[in-house]
């Protein structure tokens, strides 16, 4: 598929359903836990904080993409970004509006005065969909850091 003329807008109270719905989606095809209401809830306090990101892509005035974007503080840091979701509609994958996004997530990160822009992977998302060497090809190495979670 050709590469479409794509569009990258921030998230706002305009624009939250559209990202719900493409959020709600990938969350569904991938497996991963979350209702809507919880998706719905997290993006407003996401687009309601200076320091997290939310954008869609869009092509031929239809919302295609969404990243998501956190930061944080660390000491070695300072502030770090991280793109924690990343979505294209299936139909519109090899197009270039994943790579369209990533480059907005890494501006938007330098914007806010992040040092460096993280991702995490899964081993499933990576057997499934290659996502190291996707993300390789946007400048992301390997940090040898592994990340361990108790939910609370």
């Given amino acids: 598929m050709g590469n479409p003329s794509c569009q ?3 998230v706002d109270d305009g624009r939250i359903e559209a990202a719900v719905d493409l ?3 990938f969350f569904a095809e991938e497996g991963f836990s979350g209702s809507r209401s919880t998706i719905a809830a997290n993006a407003r ?3 309601a ?7 869609l892509a869009w092509a031929n005035d239809t919302p295609v993409g969404i990243v998501t974007v956190t930061t944080m503080l660390y000491i070695e840091w300072g502030r770090l970004g ?3 979701d990343l979505y294209v509609h299936p139909d519109m994958r090899g197009t270039g509006i994943g790579a369209a996004l990533i480059e907005a997530a890494k501006e938007r990160c330098r914007t806010l005065g992040c040092s460096a822009v993280s991702v995490t992977l ?5 057997a499934r969909h290659g996502l190291m060497r996707f993300y ?3 400048g ?9 979670t108790h939910l609370l």
């Fill in 8 to 10: 990258i807008l921030t």
């Fill in 23 to 25: 959020l709600s989606r």
């Fill in 45 to 47: 306090r996401m687009i």
């Fill in 49 to 55: 904080d200076p320091f997290h990101w939310i954008a």
């Fill in 82 to 84: 991280e793109i924690g």
């Fill in 122 to 126: 899964t081993q499933e998302g990576d």
């Fill in 136 to 138: 390789e090809r946007f």
């Fill in 140 to 148: 992301f190495t390997p940090s040898g850091r592994s990340f361990a």
